[in-house]
């Protein structure tokens, strides 16, 4: 599962309407879900 900030462009684990894996609020308009490979390096994200 992977979700897309779509501002920054960065790809993270989660899902919409939830929280990434290092804990950002996914339900703004901004994040879109995603089939790309996750870019995020922050802890929760890159394993
Ligand atoms: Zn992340």
Do not use: F, P, Q, Y
């Not at 501002?7 to 996914?26: Q, R, S, W």
């Amino acid at each position: 599962m992977a979700v897309k900030n779509t501002e920054t462009g960065e790809i993270h684990v989660g899902n919409k309407g939830g929280e990434t894996g290092c804990g950002l609020d996914t339900s703004a308009s901004h994040w879109k879900r995603s089939t790309e490979a996750i870019t995020c390096d922050r802890n929760g994200c890159k394993n």
